[in-house]
């Protein structure tokens, strides 16, 4: 057994230990990064780019589809399964290698291939081959995709996850999407656009992150029309049928059966920390056995541990995992000092058609916190620029704190949602007012007219007092009485 004795250990090679390993070194070279798979992150080899390969074809495919409304008269599509899986492979090859030549630049001696499992708070045993004494350790070992109990051992290679989708030769004729959460909206749209017979099985009514009323019904319908859905599911029973997945379920009382290729199971995540034999560390962990961390340290408790990332089960998006990275490794390399450092204004944003983005507070947060805010909402279906471009389809709800006007958040369905999402985002962040918003400037005819509609309505709502004239753009004087 070899021995090594570092300041720094960091485990897992992922976004967030990438970063970590980068802000670590600042402060000492005594680092080791311990990788138990493969190098390149999960957003680079099975989640963001190759998802979003597939995505950019099944717009290109749904581009032709609709080239008819604007007088443009195109054979249908012609769906080359093969070039597609072809361009999706490539290309996320191509964005996995930049990962790797980063990852095999760095020093041997700062690198550790083998799964990491806890002897001590200090000591890490790594492959059975190397003993790590670390005097601080960062966990950031990702997370894995979560199958219901049963599916794997009944469906055997039928079952498969959104990873297995970017190693296909081919796009199959029928696949079974379970889980409406992110994964599961942005696969089912896109390969039903690509010609595949699909069919987005939910527990709940809900599709993808949203949590506005107004917004989610918009978004439910917007999914109905391009994808087959059956929500608020009793019971999902998929059994094997020879080479397919036969799935039994029962929606509003009726019992109903049908036939796949495959059964995606998107039914969300789970960070990868059953196996680092965490009870040796002496730090404490929840119910499901995971550490949890501040926010704005990512040291877990008084301890000499971090973690960062998904593994962390707190909000699995790459700028978020790279960001705890980042303050996680920058404290491991200083500690016993730590920085509390400031996080950003929360985005999310799903691929869909439309796209969907969260900017800010979600209204189920406001409403848990018990905040004292007001709505106001937008249509996209008869917006100008968006109807000119045939993508009129979506609704924007923005939130605004009564007594101050201060920006808070949004939700919305709809057209460059990833753009308007940062320029959201950002207001929160900057602590803009509603005001001051409606005062920046809105170009015509652009899709973010519909935005500044929906603060008109929100400014409306919050009833402020009006601001002097000569300090306001976007208001009128209040009527003689």
């Known amino acids: 057994m070899k021995h090594l004795t570092v300041d720094v250990a960091i485990i897992g090679a992922g976004s967030a230990g990438m970063s970590a390993y980068r802000a670590a070194r600042a402060h000492t070279d005594k680092v080791v990064v311990i990788e138990s798979g493969h190098y390149g992150t999960t957003c680079a080899r099975v989640g963001c780019m190759p998802s979003k390969l597939l995505i950019a074809a099944a717009d290109a495919a749904h581009a032709v589809d609709g080239a008819h409304r604007f007088g443009v008269l195109a054979a249908p599509a012609a769906i080359d399964g093969q070039a597609v899986m072809r361009r999706v492979r490539g290309e996320r090859d191509r964005f996995v290698g930049f990962v790797v030549d980063t990852v095999q630049e760095w020093p041997d001696e700062h690198r ?20 790590v004494t670390a005097g601080r350790i960062v966990i950031a070992t ?50 039903a656009r ?23 019904d918009k978004a439910r319908a917007i999914v109905a029309s391009t994808v087959a859905t059956s929500l608020d599911v009793e019971r999902i029973e998929p059994v094997r049928d020879g080479d397919r997945v036969k799935v039994r379920w029962i929606e509003d009382g009726t019992r109903h059966e049908e036939a796949f290729d495959f059964l995606l199971a998107a039914t969300g995540r789970t960070p990868n920390v059953k196996g680092l034999d965490l009870q040796r560390a002496g730090i404490e962990v929840d119910a499901y056995g995971i550490p949890h961390a501040d926010r704005y340290t990512r040291r877990i ?51 869909s058609d439309p796209q969907i983005a969260i ?74 007012t509603v005001q001051q918003m409606l005062d920046s400037p809105f170009y015509h005819p652009v899709v973010e007219e519909g935005l500044r509609t929906a603060l008109r309505a929100l400014k409306e709502r919050l009833a402020l007092p009006l601001p002097p004239l000569a300090d306001c753009l976007d208001c009128v004087a209040a009527p003689a009485v």
């Open 142 to 191: 990702g997370s894995s995709p979560a199958v219901p109990a049963g599916w794997r051992e009944a469906l055997g290679e039928r079952l498969i996850v959104n990873d297995d989708v970017f190693s296909w030769d081919d796009l199959p004729e029928s696949v079974a999407v379970a889980g409406p959460g992110v994964i599961g909206l942005e696969l089912s749209m896109a390969l």
């Open 112 to 131: 550790l291939v083998g799964h990491a499992r806890f002897l001590s708070p200090h000591e890490l045993e790594v492959g059975g081959h190397t003993v």
């Open 359 to 432: 900017a800010g507070e979600s209204h189920a947060q406001l409403l848990q916190r018990g905040a004292d805010f007001a709505s106001g909402g937008a249509s996209f279906d008869d917006q100008g620029r968006s109807r000119v471009m045939g993508r009129n389809l979506g609704q924007v709800q923005v939130y605004g704190e009564r007594g101050t006007g201060r920006f808070l958040g949004a939700e919305m369905i709809g057209p460059d949602a990833e753009h308007i999402g940062h320029l959201l985002s950002w207001s929160v962040q900057h602590g803009l």
């Open 301 to 351: 408790g008084k301890s000499h541990i971090f973690i960062a990332g998904d593994a962390a089960d707190e909000q699995a998006l790459l700028h978020e995992a790279a960001d705890e990275g980042r303050i996680a490794g920058d404290n491991a390399g200083r500690y016993p000092d730590t920085i509390v450092r400031p996080r950003r204004a929360p985005l999310t944003v799903v691929f």
């Open 194 to 216: 690509l010609g595949v017979r699909v069919r987005l099985f939910g527990r709940s009514s809900r599709v993808g992150p949203l949590t506005d009323p107004v917004v989610a």
